[in-house]
C-alpha cells in the first residue's frame, strides 16, 4: 500500500510536469547588443514585446554613416548581428547573446558544443525519472545460525524521482526505491543410518522514501548538486527452514524427527541522509560522466523473532508410532541502534532536446554502475535465545535511467 501511494505520486508529478509550461517559456530569453552606436549595452525582450533601442546622437568629431545612425532600428531588429541586410552593417562591432537558452544554434544543442548543452545541463523547472536497478544480494556471513547458503541472484528494483529546482539553483526532490528478492533452497542426504530432506526459503524486502533539499551549482564545465534532507527505510529478511531426519541405527534408536524454523530480522526506521553528485560533459558531445554518493544514518526499531517447533516419533512395536516429543520454542529480540546506508553510482548520460532547443525541455538516459551498502545492526534476544551479529548486506549491479526536464 505504501509503494503504491509514493508510485502515483510520482507518477503524477511526472504527468504535470510534461504538460506544465517550459521553464525557458516562463522567462523569456533577454537579448542584449551593444557597439559603438549605443551609448550602453540595450536589452530588449526577444519576443519583441518591449521597444527596440534607438542610437544615441554621434559625438563630435565622430565619423561614420550618420544616416545610417540615425534611422530607427525598429525595422532591422530581427537581424541585430551586423549581417549585409541590417541596417548596423558594422561588422564584428556588436555583441549578441541570449540567456538561460541554447537556442542560439540553428538546431539546438547538437551543434551547439560545449557552450549550448553547457546551459542545457543547469535546468531549472521540473525534473522527473524512473530506474530500473539490476542488482545482486551478497551478506556477510556470519556463524549465529540465522545465515542460509547465499544463493541470491540479480533481481530488478524499480526507483522513482521527482524534483523541482528555482532558478537560485534551490530546490526540492522526492525518491522511492523498493527491492525484494528470494531464494529457495532443497536437498536430500543419505548417509550410513540416516536419510532426510532439507529445504529453505529466504526473502529479502527493502525500501527507502527521501524527502530533500537539494543546492545545484557549476564550476567551470562541473556541475554539481548537493541534497540533505530525511529517509525512511526498512530491512527484513525472512527465513523458513524445515528439516525432516529419519534415524536406522537399529537397536532401539530408530525415530523420526522433524524441525521447523522461522526467523525474522526486521530494521524500519527514519533518519538523515546526504548527497553529492556530479556531471561533467565530454567534450562538444551530448555525452555527460555523472557520479553520486549517497551516505544516510537511520534510527528505529531492530527486532528479531524466532519460533521452531521440534517433533519426535519412536517405534514402540511392530507397525507402531509414538509421538515422543513435540516442543515450540520462541525468542524475542530488540533494541534502538542506528543502521548505516552507503550508495555510489557512475556511468553515462546522453540527453536529447525535445523541441529542437533546449527551450521546450529535453529528455535524458543514463547507464550507471550502482553499488549499496546496508549496515543491519545485531540484536540479542531475551532469555537464553540466540544472539544475532551486525551484518552487512551488499548491492551490486548496473542502473538503467530514463527522464525528462522542463
Given amino acids: 500500500m505504501r509503494g503504491r501511494i509514493v508510485f502515483g505520486t510520482l507518477c503524477a508529478l511526472a504527468l504535470a510536469s510534461w504538460f506544465a509550461t517550459p521553464a525557458a517559456a516562463r522567462n523569456p530569453n533577454v537579448k542584449i547588443i551593444q557597439g559603438s552606436q549605443f551609448a550602453e549595452p540595450a536589452r530588449y525582450q526577444a519576443d519583441h514585446e518591449s521597444d527596440a533601442p534607438i542610437p544615441r546622437e554621434p559625438l ?70 524512473i530506474e530500473a536497478t539490476y542488482l545482486k544480494t551478497d551478506y556477510q556471513e556470519t556463524d549465529d545460525g540465522f545465515d542460509g547458503p547465499n544463493n541470491f541472484q540479480y533481481e530488478a528494483a524499480p526507483r522513482v524521482w521527482a524534483e523541482y529546482v528555482m532558478m537560485n539553483g534551490w530546490g526540492v526532490r ?77 537397536g532401539g534408536g530408530d525415530d523420526a524427527s ?69 516442543d515450540t520454542l520462541g525468542f524475542f ?15 553515462g548520460e546522453w540527453i536529447c532536446p525535445l523541441a529542437g532547443t533546449c527551450d521546450g525541455g529535453w529528455a535524458f538516459a543514463r547507464l550507471m554502475f550502482e553499488a549499496q551498502w546496508w549496515k543491519l545492526p545485531g540484536v540479542n534476544s531475551f532469555g537464553d535465545g540466540p544472539q544475532i551479529d551486525s551484518k552487512m548486506y551488499d548491492f551490486m549491479g548496473v542502473t538503467a535511467a530514463a527522464g525528462i526536464c522542463r
Wanted: contains cysteine.
Fill in 60 to 129: 563630435p568629431g565622430e565619423t561614420g554613416p550618420d544616416e545610417n545612425i540615425q534611422q530607427d532600428l525598429a525595422k532591422a531588429w530581427e537581424n541585430p548581428t551586423g549581417e549585409p541586410t541590417s541596417l548596423l552593417d558594422t561588422k564584428g562591432d556588436i555583441t549578441s547573446f541570449e540567456r538561460d537558452s541554447c537556442s542560439m544554434c540553428d538546431d539546438g544543442c547538437g551543434d551547439c558544443g560545449g557552450a549550448g548543452c553547457d546551459l542545457c545541463s543547469r535546468p531549472f523547472g521540473w525534473a522527473v525519472g
Fill in 174 to 250: 522526492g525518491a522511492y526505491w523498493t527491492y525484494d528478492a528470494d531464494q529457495t533452497l532443497s536437498g536430500t542426504f543419505n548417509e550410513d543410518d540416516a536419510v532426510g530432506a532439507v529445504a529453505i526459503a529466504d526473502n529479502l524486502d527493502l525500501y527507502a522514501v527521501d524527502l530533500e533539499l537539494t543546492r545545484r551549482f557549476s564550476i567551470y564545465r562541473n556541475d554539481f548538486w548537493l541534497s540533505l534532507g530525511v529517509r525512511n527505510g526498512k530491512l527484513q529478511r525472512s527465513i523458513l527452514q524445515q528439516i525432516s531426519v529419519f534415524d536406522l541405527a537399529g
Fill in 258 to 326: 522433524f524441525i521447523q524454523q522461522r526467523g525474522d530480522r526486521d530494521f524500519n526506521g527514519t533518519g538523515l541522509t546526504t548527497n553529492i553528485g556530479l556531471r561533467r560533459l565530454l567534450g562538444t558531445s551530448r555525452i555527460a560522466l555523472v557520479s553520486n554518493f549517497r551516505n544516510s544514518v537511520l534510527w528505529g526499531g531492530n527486532k528479531l523473532n524466532l519460533d521452531a517447533t521440534v517433533g519426535e516419533v519412536v517405534p514402540v512395536g511392530v507397525g507402531d508410532l509414538d509421538l515422543n516429543d513435540f
Fill in 333 to 347: 529480540g530488540s533494541n534502538s541502534q542506528a543502521m548505516w546506508i552507503g550508495e555510489f553510482q557512475i556511468g
